[in-house]
């Protein structure tokens, strides 16, 4: 193996090592929601190389209404799902699109970008 091929190597694991650490390992933006006069608990999310705030913490029977504005045109953000609500939605770029489920139980539930990509969570307590 010679000097470019050995430097070719080294830079893609450091690539590789990179991309797991962020999705894996890097630190997630907290938010709780706020309930409003009505009592429906809401959380504006940022949508733009993923989501922001990437977790989300909500009471458990009590109407929630999450907020996606998708700040870009990527490919990859444009579908939501939350398939423990099962939900599906287009997020349309440079739009917000409000996105409302009632939580009956307790507990961690994913969503992700169409392509499974860009991850966040709901925590109900």
């Known amino acids: 193996m010679d000097t470019?091929?050995?430097?070719?190597?080294?830079?893609?694991?450091?690539?590789?090592?990179?991309?797991?650490?962020?999705?894996?390992?890097?630190?997630?933006?907290v938010a709780s929601a706020v309930?409003?006069?009505?009592g429906v608990q809401q959380v504006d999310i940022t949508v733009k190389?993923?989501?922001?705030?990437?977790?989300?913490?909500v009471?458990?029977?009590q109407p929630?209404?999450?907020?996606?504005y998708r700040?870009?045109?990527?490919?990859?953000?444009?579908?939501?799902?939350?398939p423990d609500f099962q939900i599906r939605r287009e997020l349309p770029a440079f739009q917000t699109t409000a996105v409302e489920f009632l939580p009956q139980q307790a507990g961690k539930f994913e969503f992700t970008c169409g392509m499974h990509m860009l991850r966040g969570s709901i925590v109900v307590v």
Not at 8 to 21: D, E, N, Q, R
């Open 35 to 38: 309930s409003s006069a009505t």
């Open 71 to 82: 700040d870009e045109e990527s490919s990859c953000s444009e579908e939501l799902l939350l």
């Open 4 to 29: 470019s091929q050995l430097l070719v190597t080294i830079l893609g694991l450091a690539l590789i090592a990179f991309v797991v650490w962020f999705f894996f390992f890097a630190p997630h933006q």
């Open 64 to 68: 929630v209404q999450l907020n996606f």
């Open 59 to 61: 009471k458990k029977g």
């Open 49 to 57: 190389g993923g989501y922001s705030p990437d977790v989300i913490e």
